[in-house]
């Protein structure tokens, strides 16, 4: 749950690598990010490939304070991809669960909530100049304020000032609302999002708002007992 980004594509043939993370790292430096670099040059003849080297990385990726790590790196194929999603396609390949090791591999996204507006602003102005001069036109890019797109600071500003309150309701609500005996976890989660959802509508002009999960992961069964160990990705949203 939070404001994220998500973006996938792959890198221009014609393009320099060693350009490009120069001018990311003097992005980091200048914001004081961390960054860490990998390799700095592809080899030719394996951009644009299906396949790909299974023990290589380029790139850079950077971390601004309290963000999730952006990736910025790439396949030997040229395809954007971090190295964990790498690792756990291997993992997956020693599994033979070929439709899973594949699943998540060049999905690449970074919650920029607790970081703050103007963080996520930042990483969208500047994917905005970077795509077109290093990525390929399969290049695609999300954002859950719709900043990228709109360039609306005011309206990029009350979408966090809402995903924070919503955010800190939740935190409430679960220190408040018990589960009951048998209740499933699906049933908790959706009775506590109607609850958070009720006590925000006028925070928000009167809009109806809806909560959904989308997915709960859990590491045993469906039980209630110990719900601070319950993860699961929802949204809050303003129905049309």
Request: with cysteine.
């Amino acid at each position: 749950m939070g404001i994220c980004i998500n973006y996938s594509g792959s890198f221009k043939k014609e393009a320099s690598l060693k350009n490009f993370i120069e001018e990311v790292k003097d992005v980091a430096i200048a914001n004081n990010w961390k960054y860490q670099i990998y390799k700095d040059e592809f080899e030719a003849d394996q951009l644009g490939l299906a396949t790909f080297k299974l023990d290589e990385i380029y790139g850079i990726n950077i971390t601004p304070a309290d963000c999730e790590t952006v990736t910025l790196t790439f396949l030997s194929n040229g395809k954007i991809a971090s190295s964990f999603s790498l690792e756990t396609y291997l993992n997956n390949l020693e599994t033979d669960d070929l439709e899973n090791a594949e699943r998540f591999l060049y999905y690449n996204f970074s919650k920029t909530q607790y970081a703050g507006y103007h963080v996520h602003k930042k990483l969208c102005d500047f994917f905005k100049y970077i795509a077109p001069k290093y990525f390929n036109d399969d290049f695609e890019f999300e954002d859950d304020t719709n900043y990228y797109l709109d360039n609306d600071e005011a309206k990029l500003i009350v979408e966090f000032d809402r995903s924070s309150a919503i955010i800190s309701m939740f935190g409430s609500a679960f220190d408040v609302v018990k589960p009951q005996q048998g209740e499933s976890i699906r049933d908790f989660l959706e009775k506590v999002g109607n609850i958070v959802s009720n006590n925000l509508k006028d925070k928000f002009d009167g809009n109806e708002l809806s909560f959904e999960i989308r997915q709960i992961n859990l590491d045993g069964d469906d039980d209630l007992d110990d719900i601070d160990d319950i993860l699961f990705d929802g949204d809050i949203k303003k129905l049309d």
